[in-house]
Each structure stands twice: as C-alpha cells, then as structure tokens.
C-alpha cells in the first residue's frame, strides 16, 4: 500500500522560509513521478512544483519560480520543497503525489498523479 506523508507546514510570516517534507512508503520515489500541489481556500488545486523519475531536472509553476525548490533524498525516499520569500498568496494546503509515469506535457495535471498524500497547511500572514 503506497502512502505519501507531507510535513514541515506551519503559520509564517511574510518573507519567511519554510521546507516541507513528503516521506513514501510503498514507493520508491527515485522511480517515480513526484509533484507538489496546493489548494487555497475556495479554489481549486493548482500545480507548485515536480521532478521525473531517475534524474533531478525539475518544474514549477510560474508563480513559484525563482523562491520555490524541489529536491530529493533518495536514501530517505523523501521529496522535499524549500519555500522561500513565502507571501500570503502561497497560503494554502500543500500536497505531495506521485505517479509511476506522466508524460512531460501533463507533468502539471493533477489527474496524472494516482497516490497523494493528506496534505500540509501553509499560512502566511502578511
């Protein structure tokens, strides 16, 4: 059974810093799709961040780039995002999914991912 676990959300400040975590079980991460997604109150879940399987080459929306970093510790089968200059628009719930194979061109799509994690909240005060 695959399960996603996301950690490291919390109330911040604008401007601040923040890392979350998404550890697997079930799942080897090396092997796989990996995406960060968000959902802000009232609206729908939008695409962060995500990194194919096998190498380290990475996207992110372009509401993130430039503050947002996606990693991957293959020891720990964790993903990490490092969220930088956070500002009140990044409040949301943060989620991490996976998927054994998407193509390029849907890396973005949220259908594409078929395990998801519970999610992590991110609050930022302005």
């Known amino acids: 059974q695959v399960q996603l676990v996301e950690s490291g959300g919390g109330l911040v400040q604008a401007g601040d810093n923040l890392r979350l975590s998404c550890t697997a079980s079930?799942?080897?991460?090396?092997?796989?799709?990996v995406g960060w997604f968000r959902q802000a109150p009232g609206k729908g879940r939008e695409f962060v961040a995500a990194m194919r399987s096998g190498g380290t080459t990475t996207y992110y929306a372009d509401s993130v780039k430039g503050r947002f970093t996606m990693s991957r510790d293959n020891a720990k089968n964790t993903v990490f995002l490092q969220m930088d200059n956070l500002q009140p628009e990044d409040t949301a719930v943060y989620y991490c999914a996976a998927s054994s194979w998407v193509t390029l061109s849907a890396i973005r799509r949220e259908d594409q991912y078929h395990n998801w994690g519970q999610g992590t909240q991110v609050t930022v005060s302005s």
């Open positions: 079930g799942v080897t991460f090396r092997n796989s799709v």
